[in-house]
């Protein structure tokens, strides 16, 4: 609504323009009614006007000398004056001192002001339109070169947000994008995005919000209220223009955006301390699903992770891969993103993230699996949150080894295969030849004759070594007691654990467990 007061001596008057039609039907709003100009002042320095009908003749101050100190305050304003046959030539010297135009105020109908207000609605459109694309290009400039922007650019946008007034708050608005753990540098894709017709979305629909196009998927829209609004107000009218907004690009576009809310500030030179806090804030969206609405309030990361205990990770990641021990590598990734997103370690995720998926991608390449690095860029495409990215590492090294796994049993007929599986699925318990066999659809004699002659190795043997690998693995990581080790890997009994380690090795567990000590020393 553009705002409108009313300034005559005659309380009459006042009601009578203020009865003449609806104002609202017309997009005006009156917001003020005052029978001194003195008075008027004093609300032109608290509030802001666009438009003021005033009488000319006042006893006091008169019409000319208030329209002068008014535009001092702000340029912008739009002056009517109300005149009478006799004030002719003293209204068209008003016109000189920046007055809009003058009334005769005993000939003003109903039908003569809707035109006067529709002419001065076209030219505020017009000038609020100029102000938001001159108040953008400055924008832009303070946040990029914020130490050359000059002192009169600065007056300019404050004058434009009438900061003198009003307080403001910035919402940074992020197009929602997957993680891009390759090809980083284009990491930015607007799909079918207009991201124009999302700054004009805002504009028709939030005459208090200033949207500004950042590009590559992000806009800064600046909120500006009055400092007597309540917090819980301004806190609404956050939430109602975010979910708009979302709502607006996922009907649009079945697309997503986040929002990042930052709190209250009535100077422009902190805009670019501003901006750089709500990016920073950013990241950790990273931690969220799509289609959030963050504020930094709501970020308070922990116990930070340093290089060093990630590289630990990674390296037993990478010797999991070299061993070929899925759980060891699916017990490090997780480990690492409970931690991570726990405590909200922003950067430690990053960092991991990026080592990890080299490190996949490095594996995957020496191992030469045909087309997965294609599939898992497909899936990594479907990926927002740090939760999704977890689940996605762990199913992609699973791939692996599995694909792995299905390549060395290539060589085995299909009932062998299958056999081998199931073993390597149900070695922890007491599985017998007569099990496996069941679970292949054949007898366990003739299992145990095709298993040895395939594989070179008979039943039991096969599973004791399987185990003995095993519980090596286990040894190594130097977590467990013995008899936790033989429970892991099928054994009842510790000692009869220890027996067959000894009599398949040539050493029992304990020596073993410490040469193992002894070489990570």
């Known amino acids: 609504m553009i705002k409108v007061m009313l300034i005559d001596d005659e309380i009459m008057a006042l009601n009578y323009m203020k009865s003449l039609i609806n104002w609202e039907d017309y997009g005006f709003e009156i917001t003020a009614m005052e029978t001194n100009a003195v ?17 000319i003749r006042m006893p006091g101050m008169d019409g000319l000398k208030f329209s002068e100190k008014a535009l001092e305050f702000n340029s912008r304003l739009k002056i009517i004056l109300l005149t009478s046959y006799g004030d002719f030539d003293y209204a068209k010297k008003a016109l000189n001192i920046g007055v809009s135009n003058y009334l005769l105020k005993h000939e003003t109908k109903a039908d003569s002001l809707i035109k006067e207000l529709e002419n001065l609605k076209a030219e505020i459109t017009e000038m609020k339109h100029n102000d938001k694309a001159v108040l953008g290009q400055l924008v832009h400039k303070l946040l990029t070169l914020p130490d050359i922007i ?3 650019e600065k007056e300019t946008m404050k004058k434009i947000l009438h900061l003198d007034k009003r307080n403001l708050i910035s919402y940074l ?32 629909n939030y005459n208090n919000m200033i949207t500004i196009g950042l590009k590559n998927g992000r806009w800064l829209v600046l909120n500006v209220f009055e400092p007597v609004i309540s917090q819980r107000r301004i806190l609404d009218e956050t939430y109602m223009a975010a979910y708009g907004l979302q709502r607006y690009v996922f009907q649009q576009y079945e697309r997503t955006v986040s929002v990042i809310p930052s709190p209250a500030f009535n100077s422009i030179e902190e805009l670019p301390h501003v901006y750089r806090s709500l990016t920073d804030i950013s990241r950790y969206l990273a931690f969220y699903d799509k289609n ?19 590289d630990v990770i990674l390296s037993g990641i990478q010797k999991g891969l070299v061993q070929r021990e899925l759980e060891s590598i699916l017990k490090n990734i997780d480990m690492f993103f409970g931690i991570c997103i726990r405590n909200l370690d922003v950067k430690a995720f990053y960092y991991f993230s990026g080592q990890l998926y080299q490190l996949l991608v490095n594996y995957v390449k020496g191992v030469q699996i045909e087309y997965y690095e294609q599939e898992a860029k497909k899936d990594l495409d479907n990926i927002y949150s740090a939760s999704q990215l977890h689940a996605w590492f762990a199913l992609q090294f699973e791939t692996v080894m599995k694909k792995i796994t299905d390549r060395k049993l290539e060589r085995y007929s299909p009932k062998v295969r299958e056999a081998i599986r199931y073993i390597l699925n149900h070695y922890q318990s007491d599985i017998k030849i007569e099990d496996v066999a069941n679970s292949v659809n054949v007898s366990g004699e003739y299992l145990r004759h095709l298993f040895r002659e395939e594989t070179g190795r008979g039943y039991s043997e096969y599973l004791t070594d399987l185990r003995m690998q095993k519980a090596k693995e286990l040894l190594a990581e130097g977590k467990y007691k013995l008899y936790e080790i033989a429970a892991l890997v099928g054994y009842s009994s ?17 020596e073993y467990k410490g040469e193992t000590d002894e070489k990570q020393v």
């Open 150 to 152: 000059l002192p009169e």
């Open 39 to 55: 008075k008027g002042l004093a609300i032109l320095k608290k509030e802001i006007v666009d438009v003021i009908f005033a009488d």
């Open 173 to 204: 608005v992020i197009l929602d994008i997957p993680f891009r753990l390759y090809d980083t540098n284009k990491h930015y894709d607007s799909g079918q995005v207009d991201e124009d017709a999302i700054v004009s979305y805002m504009e028709l």
């Open 494 to 510: 510790g000692a009869y654990f220890s027996s067959v380690f000894k009599k398949t090795t040539g050493i029992n567990p304990q």
């Open 292 to 310: 959030k609405i963050l504020f930094g309030r709501d970020i308070s990361p922990k116990s930070l992770m340093e290089k060093s205990k990630i």
